[in-house]
């Protein structure tokens, strides 16, 4: 899906001037002469425009190149002590939240520690934690060469750790523990995983399709906006073409379409209230940092809050999801009901909110860096619809600057910057430096924005390089592209926690 968003708006609003003006949004200052303005990009998270005049909050940074290095190690490592301080009971994860939320912020939070001790495997809180949520000490993985354990299912349970430290109340699934909760271990694992593969698979042929209609009918609303305003709404338009390619797709149904459990253009802003509940205790949303630690960090919201939301979403997957759920129960003998919460969730939360995340960092990346890339993605894509009679998946699979392009946006701005596991038993973990022994019901965890920056395996790791994916040696670095749960050349499969749709 992300090569679809890319593709569909090189296609759009690729350089048609000859200035090689990018004729659409960025999260820069953009000449663009086909509608005359400068137009901003902001996540959709939040309520923005793009605007026609105004300027703009830059998102983030990035320039460079890069290929990677060997991590191995030539000679046995010594074992140390995990270097990090937990502080007191309750005292020390509230200081350690302040840092992380108010103080320094989640980079500055992590480089510090790996500053102060040294070390990039670290002892600390990780938010919320208590009193009202679970304990929050944790062992941090900052590097490449320790972050793989978090993907050895011998070595860590998955148990309960999708979100993080904690794990929201089931009341949001139905009263079920949905696939992304479960470890590979337990026994409805590997049948709900098989109903995801499922459910991709029998819809190979509208993905493409799909996706290409709602695409030409938000573009369609960005341009009679532009048109008529000098500015267009791209997070709400956002949103709902999004909203309306994954229902159309996988159940057929338009979510406005007048009839039975319609949900209007009320879709998206059910699924955003369900999905700020479950996520409210490690965001930040704007507000005064005081009222941000009172009203998010400090205890659970509850689900009644969103309860309606819920319910609407729900009868709509009830309606018109039947023949889906009649395959999971015919073919892998899962609970219909069981089965809609889970594809409920596999809709919103993994694929929904990644896809609103990650799009706009695809426009606002491809815009910071300039015609010259526009201009190069432009060409290919057209070329590659040409030579492969259209828009299908010869054509994609031959677009090897837009992989690139996708892969290195993953890796600077990954959907999911967070994993974790807990140690099934003993186990000795190495960083680039040093060994570290980890004793069995250890949390572990990893923060992916650290990770994927390594500078022991990236070049200039904080410079964005669309072709660093790209060739033999840009082809070596996707097993540390593991933006998926895991490493980009290797494939989910029921024993392990890689998205299910990460293709």
């Known amino acids: 899906m992300a090569l679809n968003a890319l593709y569909s708006f090189a296609l759009w609003a690729a350089p048609t001037d000859e200035d090689g003006s990018f004729g659409s949004f960025g999260a820069c200052e953009l000449k663009c002469k086909r509608f005359g303005g ?5 996540l959709p998270i939040f309520s ?15 320039a460079g190149s890069a290929h990677s290095t060997s991590i191995q190690s030539a000679d046995p490592l010594p074992i140390r002590e995990i270097p990090g301080d937990y502080g007191l009971p309750l005292l020390g994860s509230l200081v350690h939240r302040l840092n992380y939320f108010w103080f320094q912020g989640r980079e500055k939070f992590f480089s510090s520690l790996v500053e102060k001790y040294g070390s990039t495997v670290v002892r600390v809180n990780m938010p919320p934690g208590p009193p009202f949520f679970p304990d929050s000490r944790t062992v941090m993985l900052l590097d490449q060469k320790s972050y793989p354990v978090l993907f050895d299912m011998n070595k860590v349970e998955k ?20 696939l992304p909760f479960l470890d590979p271990s337990e026994e409805k694992h590997t049948s709900l995983k098989k109903f995801s593969f499922e459910v991709l698979r029998s819809n190979a042929k509208k993905w493409m399709p799909e996706f290409n209609t709602a695409f030409k009918e938000a573009a369609e609303t960005w341009e009679r906006q532009l048109s008529k305003t000098g500015s267009a709404d791209f997070s709400g338009v956002c949103e709902q073409f999004t909203f309306n390619f994954l229902l159309r797709t996988v159940l057929g149904r338009n979510p406005s379409t007048p ?16 999905l700020a509940l479950q996520v409210h205790p490690q965001t930040s949303v704007g ?8 009203l998010l960090h400090t205890f659970p919201l509850p689900y009644v809050l969103v309860a309606s939301q819920h319910r609407k979403l729900y009868r709509f997957f009830q309606t018109y999801g039947k023949e889906v ?4 129960a015919d073919k892998f003998d899962i609970d219909r009901d069981e089965a809609c919460h889970n594809l409920l969730f596999l809709i919103f939360f993994n694929t929904w909110s990644g896809i609103l995340f990650l799009f706009p960092s695809i426009i606002s990346r491809i815009a910071e860096a300039g015609p010259g890339l526009q201009m190069e993605l432009a060409e290919e894509v057209r070329k590659a619809v040409k030579n492969n009679g259209g828009l299908n998946m010869s054509a994609i699979n031959s677009m090897e600057l837009v992989h690139s392009t996708i892969y290195e946006v993953l890796r600077i701005d990954p959907p ?18 040093a060994a570290y022994k980890v004793q069995k019901g250890q949390l572990l965890g990893g923060y992916q924005g650290m990770a994927m920056k390594d500078p022991k395996v990236f070049k200039n790791p904080e410079s964005f390089c669309a072709k660093r994916f790209m060739g033999d040696k840009g082809k070596q670095l996707l097993q540390y592209l593991i933006w998926s749960n895991g490493p980009e050349c290797n494939q989910p499969t029921t024993a392990d926690k890689q998205c299910a749709g990460k293709d």
């Open 259 to 274: 009839g039975e459990a319609c949900l209007g253009n009320e879709g998206p802003s059910c699924a955003l209230a369900w």
């Open 38 to 42: 400068q137009l901003l990009v902001c």
């Open 325 to 328: 759920f009649d395959m999971a």
């Open 287 to 294: 507000l005064p940092k005081p009222l941000e630690e009172i």
């Open 48 to 62: 923005t425009q793009v605007s026609a005049k105004g300027r703009h909050h830059l998102v983030y940074m990035a």
């Open 159 to 178: 148990k309960n750790l999708f979100v993080g430290t904690y794990m929201p109340s089931t009341e949001f699934y139905g009263g079920f523990r949905v």
């Open 416 to 433: 999911a910057a967070f994993q974790y596991g807990r140690a099934k038993t003993d186990l000795i973990v190495e960083s680039h430096h």
